[in-house]
């Protein structure tokens, strides 16, 4: 297990300095010179065109300029944003909670009623599964800003029950304005989890072994509880675990959708103005972000679950 | 020796393909998809008018007998702009499956039937490039290259090579281990002409199934880097931009752009995905019926 883990957290590094090069190497593709690129058509001063060139180590050959970089990135200096005039690090800051909180808020709803739909899907009558099934099989198809717009003006203009806009101050009222930013994160995803679970548990519900259970008797929260959950929602964690990148994807659309002041929406701006430094960063912290959660996914399944070990081989 | 060939080669031939219906559903999914496509080509000859347009004396219009749909904030016909801007909708995502779909069975083929090192370097990568997120890849190039139709459409169709090159390799590895595929090789069949002749045809029908449930995925991209700003530029017609520019309209209480525009969207990636699935479905039947 050890060298399972250490594998794939050299594979999580690999796939990381691959994005960080071309996260890094994407300034040469644009025409023109990377210098000539980043000034764009702003009017700098010879300072401000000399950090330039210090940020972007650009009087030394291409290769060191990437570790120059990486290097830069890893002591924590992401860089300086041309149109804010600030570092990048403290635009990020602030942003930062509100971004975490809507995603942390729609994988709470995710696992609670995603998993909880599918579980519900899964054991009830005919008729309520089939309800939920045709319900997750028209929100799969809905995107998170087609579902932001018809939200905003039901909910919000219509009845106004939920602000349209603003992250809101304070924890609850933070949470009351995420809602509807949440409710569009996660439709398409949650629908796609309760389609999964249900299957899940389906497939386990009709092994020998839980109609052994049954035939022994047993009473029927016992049969659920722990033979057809217990083995049936492990592969679902998975699928949850990678719902998250989904989500953190997703974050960019969804907060330019309800104009969430957060990482995904300062992206957009920094790619509308040009401000390289922070498009940089902001996909490199997307990209460590997806790649961690994946990471972690991919060993708690093998921590979790002994069958997913037995079948890639790895002792315990 | 040649008998073991031969052998092989019918026990393949006799895998007939079995006509699976496609069930009402799917041939409903079909006629909607057909039915886009249709609006598509038809635009010019069956919008009422020009989607361009603008008018200010007549924005916000309700739906009424001339403008069926009502008008955007412009005064444009919605029920136009919807009609052409499903050329770039559907235009969009299909550039994007195919590049893909070529290149992606292209770098898999060549991974399955060299194997060894080539297959573990190519095999690494596409797990890299299934890593890292299609739309943040298109953000990315789009911040160098500029926001456009083009640029986006090409980056979506780079991070879209490992999702069809993944599945296709695998599918393709499996048939390299097949008996009439070790006799081949070892008859001495050059390379090229197993892939071309074996291989392909062996994988086309998952490349289809993948290439159909990407294109709402791509769908979808597009259309949200549209809504960034960053894809299709205005004044252009296109499902994901008319959402954004809706958006205005909502808050003012005209939800007539947005909501017509955003269920184009939802009714075709539904109705194609529902195909991919059937198609998905299909495969894995054959594949466990052999």
Not at chain 1, 84 to 107: E, F, H, K, Q
Not at chain 1, 201 to 214: I, T
Not at chain 2, 120 to 131: E, H, N, T, V
């Amino acid at each position: 297990m050890p060298r399972f883990i250490a594998i794939r957290v050299l594979e999580g590094l690999a796939t990381l300095l691959v994005s960080s090069f071309l996260i890094f190497g994407a300034l040469y593709l644009a025409p023109g010179d990377p210098l000539s690129y980043l000034i764009g058509n702003r009017t700098l001063s010879d300072e401000a065109i000399a950090a330039l060139r210090e940020q972007y180590h650009l009087d030394d050959p291409f290769l060191v300029r990437w570790v120059a970089w990486l290097g830069d990135v890893l002591s924590g200096d992401l860089g300086r944003s041309i149109t804010y005039r600030d570092d990048v690090l403290s635009l990020l800051g602030p942003r930062l909670a509100t971004t975490t909180l809507l995603i942390a808020y729609a994988l709470v709803v995710i696992v609670v009623i995603g998993v909880g739909l599918g579980i519900v899907a899964a054991l009830s009558r005919r008729a309520l599964s089939d309800v939920i099934l045709a319900g997750t099989s028209i929100g799969v198809a809905i995107p998170s800003f087609v579902a932001a717009s018809t939200l905003i003006s039901v909910f919000a203009v219509g009845l106004g029950w939920f602000p349209a806009f603003g992250p809101g101050d304070g924890f609850l009222d933070r949470l009351y304005h995420l809602t509807l930013p949440v409710i569009a994160l996660t439709l398409a995803s949650g629908s796609y989890v309760i389609r999964v679970t249900r299957a899940a548990l389906r497939e386990e519900a009709a092994r020998d072994q839980v109609k052994a259970a049954v035939a022994r008797g047993l009473p029927r929260g016992t049969i659920i509880g722990r033979h057809i959950l217990r083995n049936g929602l492990t592969p679902v964690a998975t699928v949850v675990g990678l719902t998250l990148t989904s989500l953190i994807v997703g974050s960019v659309v969804v907060e330019r959708a309800f104009a969430l002041d957060g990482i995904g929406a300062l992206l957009t701006e920094a790619v509308a103005k040009k401000d390289f430094g922070v498009v940089q960063a902001i996909c490199l912290l997307l990209i460590t972000a997806v790649v961690i959660v994946v990471l972690i996914v991919d060993v708690i399944q093998v921590v979790i679950d002994p069958r997913v070990r037995e079948r890639q081989g790895i002792a315990a | 020796m040649t008998t073991v060939v031969f052998e092989a080669l019918r026990m393949r031939r006799r895998r007939t393909r079995k006509s699976r219906g496609f069930g009402v559903t799917g041939i409903v999914a079909t006629a909607v998809v057909g039915l886009a496509v249709l609006a598509a080509l038809l635009a010019p000859v069956i919008a009422p008018y020009d989607p361009n347009a603008v008018d200010f004396g007549l924005t916000y219009r309700p739906m009424e007998p001339w403008a069926l749909l009502g008008t955007d904030g412009s005064g444009r016909d919605i029920l136009s702009r919807l009609l052409y801007g499903a050329r770039t909708s559907l235009l969009g995502p299909a550039v994007v499956v195919l590049v893909a779909a070529v290149v992606g069975t292209l770098l898999a083929l060549v991974a399955a039937i060299s194997g060894g090192w080539v297959d573990r370097i190519l095999s690494r990568i596409f797990d890299i490039g299934f890593a890292f997120p299609g739309l943040l890849l298109a953000i990315l190039a789009v911040s160098v290259l500029g926001p456009g139709f083009t640029t986006a459409v090409l980056a979506l169709a780079i991070a879209y090579i490992p999702f069809i090159a993944r599945i296709v390799r695998s599918v393709a590895v499996g048939e390299m281990s097949l008996p009439y595929l070790s006799a081949l090789v070892t008859v001495g069949q050059s390379r090229t002409r197993i892939a071309g002749r074996h291989l392909l045809p062996a994988v086309m029908p998952t490349v289809l199934a993948q290439l159909t449930i990407s294109f709402g995925y791509a769908m979808v991209d597009l259309a949200a880097l549209s809504f960034l700003g960053l894809g299709v530029q205005p004044p252009d017609a296109d499902w994901g931009l008319m959402i954004s520019e809706g958006q205005r309209g909502v808050l003012q209480g005209y939800w007539e752009e947005a909501t017509f525009a955003g269920l184009a969207i939802v009714i075709v990636v539904a109705a194609v995905s529902l195909i991919g699935d059937r198609l998905a479905d299909r495969v894995s039947l054959n594949r466990e019926g052999r």
